[in-house]
């Protein structure tokens, strides 16, 4: 396994581990505009500091179980005669996509281990590479999750535990969401700026937000499965809410989620089965 950073001409290496095997096909189509959006920002946000690390080995002839996907060959993952394993996003702070503040840190977007490699090193290699790299600042820092799950999965998507093994701590909290700091020399710390969700409910409906951005296609699915599926609530009135300017973010104090007559429904990307959870607790049924 070698740790490389991605350059402009391999970004098809991300789409191959943003969009894995384990993706079906409806889900797939649904994210296609979302990942080419991605790939956009990608390249805007290059020249501003953005890096991706992406873990690589030799393809391999030989049968893997792939979770979610079934068997496959290793070499059937192969991309550019190399087998993506996951990847680790970062940037300078002051440009993030999510609600923190800072200077001269490094903050990580996000970080993905692709399920056949779990609890195989990948992670750990690509932190340690990534601090590496941070020691020329002040230090690093990245939102995780306390006893929260990905889109309502079982999957503990940055999880705070891991972070915390590599030395960094907690400075902040909303929620399940945790700002994590490394100090690699900085004389100040990274704060959260907190959310402002918006207006509460009129008298006639509900109001509610989804905010999301470029930095994920996981975002562009979500809109589109919430769109179909709110469509048929006409006691709602749904805003889409685009974080991908800087300056939108630090003015609502959030990236991505969703609100109801403003109060937070969820602080991250969440499934549809989640939400409609949270209207049964509110009590707003179909109409």
């Known amino acids: 396994m070698e740790i490389h950073k991605i350059i402009e001409e391999n970004l098809d290496i991300i789409s191959s581990i943003c969009l894995d095997p384990s993706v079906d096909q409806e889900t797939r189509v649904l994210m296609e505009n979302g990942m080419d959006e991605r790939i956009c920002w990608i390249k805007k946000m290059i020249p501003k500091g953005l890096e991706i690390l992406v873990a690589l080995e030799n393809p391999r002839h030989e049968e893997i179980h792939y979770k979610w996907a079934g068997k496959m060959l290793h070499s059937d993952l192969a991309v550019h005669e190399q087998v993506p394993m996951g990847l680790l996003e970062y940037i300078p702070i002051e440009q993030a996509l999510e609600p923190v503040k800072g200077n001269n840190l490094l903050f990580i977007n996000c970080m993905w281990i692709l399920p056949p490699f779990w609890l195989k090193g990948v992670g750990k290699a690509l932190v340690e590479s990534f601090i590496e790299r941070a020691k020329k600042f002040g230090g690093a820092s990245v939102i995780a999750y306390d006893g929260d799950s990905w889109f309502g999965t ?134």
């Not at 048929?232 to 300056?247: A, G, H, L």
């Not at 973010?249 to 007559?261: A, E, H, P, T």
């Open 154 to 287: 079982s999957i503990k998507y940055m999880p705070i535990s891991f972070f915390k093994k590599y030395g960094f701590e907690e400075v902040d909290r909303d929620g399940s969401r945790v700002l994590l700091f490394l100090n690699l020399g900085s004389t100040t710390q990274p704060k959260l700026i907190y959310p402002k969700y918006g207006e509460p409910k009129d008298n006639k409906k509900s109001k509610m937000k989804i905010f999301s951005n470029n930095q994920c296609p996981w975002s562009r699915y979500m809109i589109n499965t919430f769109k179909k599926e709110l469509s048929q609530y006409s006691n709602i009135d749904v805003n889409i809410i685009d974080t991908c300017k800087r300056e939108v973010i630090q003015n609502l104090g959030i990236s991505r989620g969703v609100s109801l007559n403003g109060t937070a429904l969820i602080n991250r990307m969440a499934s549809w089965e989640e939400i409609k959870s949270k209207l049964v607790e509110n009590r707003i049924e179909l109409e």
